[in-house]
């Protein structure tokens, strides 16, 4: 079967504190790309990361880093020194052939 | 500048009304695609097309119509036989089915 599971419904944290949120995926195919995207309150989701699977560098750019373990089926999105404009939805996400698998999302609220 | 283009942003329509949300894309991709997102829920697919003219059902198309006559438009009709049609809409485009999807600032739609 193909699925995401993001089990953190919601995460809350104090500024300049560390998160990770979780993304834990199955799929039949033995090549595959994962992606995570954000959605803040305006509603429109913003493009993060695609990840292919046979690429399993971890990726950094800025404050987020990306933990891909295919061992694990997981792919992680790290905020480090999180800040109050990274309140958001988070999800995660899988190509089935010719569409994205959504998981059901992470709300981080991150506070002054 | 490129990007993807939803309106409007809120509708408003009476039970029983089919309606059409609009969805235009000038980045010159071949992929476009609808989803719908109900409260404190990720994102369910619609319908999609992957070249003008064609386009396949998603895993909630019941009572939804789509059409794509132009490669940088996929207007999605939501029609009187959708139990339950007032959510959120948001259509999205990329260039294939394995590169990421890029999209547009969504149509809240409410039926009375």
């Known amino acids: 079967a193909q699925k995401v599971t993001q089990a953190q419904t919601e995460i809350s944290v104090v500024e300049k504190e560390d998160v990770t949120l979780d993304c834990v995926y199955e799929t039949r195919d033995t090549t595959y790309y994962l992606f995570w995207y954000k959605q803040p309150p305006s509603g429109e989701l913003v493009f993060l990361i695609r990840r292919n699977s046979f690429d399993e560098q971890n990726e950094i750019s800025g404050r987020y880093s990306w933990n891909f373990q295919k061992s694990t089926s997981s792919f992680n999105f790290t905020i480090t020194a999180s800040q109050v404009v990274d309140s958001a939805v988070y999800f995660c996400?899988?190509?089935?052939?010719?569409?994205?698998?959504f998981g059901t999302g992470t709300r981080l609220q991150v506070f002054p | 500048d490129g990007g993807i283009t939803q309106s409007p942003k809120y509708l408003f329509r009476k039970e029983g009304q089919n309606v059409t949300l609009s969805c235009e894309q000038n980045l010159n991709h071949d992929a476009m695609y609808w989803y719908r997102q109900d409260p404190g829920q990720g994102l369910r697919l619609i319908y999609y097309s992957q070249i003008v003219n064609d386009f396949q059902k998603g895993d909630i198309a019941e009572g939804y119509s789509v059409s794509r006559e132009k490669k940088e438009s996929f207007p999605l009709t939501v029609t009187s036989a959708q139990k339950n049609p007032t959510a959120f809409y948001l259509c999205?485009?990329?260039?294939?089915?394995?590169?990421?999807?890029?999209f547009g600032p969504g149509t809240r739609l409410t039926v009375l």
């Open positions: 999205a485009s990329s260039i294939g089915n394995r590169f990421e999807q890029f």
């Open positions: 996400a899988l190509r089935d052939t010719d569409k994205l698998i």
